[in-house]
């Protein structure tokens, strides 16, 4: 498997232990941090309530449990969030689309290439400003878990890398041809094993009168009988 120079150490893990051999990686990123933006805001003020609960009064057991608590568990689930995002990478080859996540259980989602049959990217206000948008994948056959990828950063450039694979023949892409690996099919002569064109043969055992009769000698010669 091949991946782009200068990954940090844990995409560059993630692409050594996901992609098939063969299979080279096109696009490597994890979110952009604006998703952190909502976790930082809901901890924040759980966190300095916790602080402000465990000096108000040293002495008082029940607001420094309480305090520290707070501030002990705001840590720990504002941490987790950013492992989340840290461990979590979106990831494009010639042949998938897979997205890796979870920092205690690891969980790897993908999606075949040529299953995509459009591809919407979305930009807010803020995703504009900021450099962020949303892919939304449409597939055939059920409702994928990749429909919908929010934060993803570099928007024109990722979303042109994308198309290309998805709809560009230049670019290899697995939406025009090939199986669900992105293999190329095979030309027709492989697949039949003979590429010239055979009518139906006779069937075996047929009384020759029954097929001189489907013929139109025969329905004429019984016509004049």
């Known amino acids: 498997m091949g ?3 200068g990954l940090p150490a844990r995409a560059a893990k993630d692409v050594g232990k996901y992609l098939l051999d063969g299979e080279e990686a096109v696009v490597v990123t994890r979110r952009h941090w604006a998703v952190l933006v909502g976790p930082t805001a809901r901890f924040l003020p759980v966190f300095l309530v916790g602080g402000w609960l465990l000096v108000l009064d040293p002495e008082n057991r029940v607001t420094s449990t309480v305090g520290m608590l707070l501030v002990l568990g705001s840590l720990a689930l ?3 969030r950013i492992g989340e995002w840290w461990m979590r990478h979106f990831i494009v080859s010639k042949r998938r689309v897979l997205l890796t996540s979870g920092v205690i259980v690891r969980t790897v989602t993908l999606l075949p290439l040529r299953r995509i049959t459009d591809l919407t990217w979305k930009e807010t206000l803020f ?3 900021l450099g962020y948008g949303t892919f939304r994948f449409e597939s055939a056959g059920q409702q994928q878990a990749l429909s919908e990828i929010t934060f993803l950063p570099d928007a024109g450039s990722l979303y042109r ?5 998805l709809f560009t023949s230049d670019w ?3 939406a025009a041809s090939g199986d669900d690996e992105g293999n190329v099919d ?3 002569e492989a697949r039949d094993g003979n590429p010239e064109r055979r009518d139906t043969e006779p069937i075996p055992g047929l009384p020759r009168g029954s097929r001189d009769a489907g013929s139109p000698g025969g329905r004429h010669g019984g016509a004049a009988g």
């Open 3 to 5: 991946a782009p120079e």
């Open 172 to 174: 290899g892409g697995a």
């Open 186 to 188: 095979p030309p027709a």
């Open 127 to 129: 995703g504009q400003l």
């Open 78 to 80: 504002y941490a987790l």
């Open 161 to 165: 890398q994308v198309s290309g694979l």
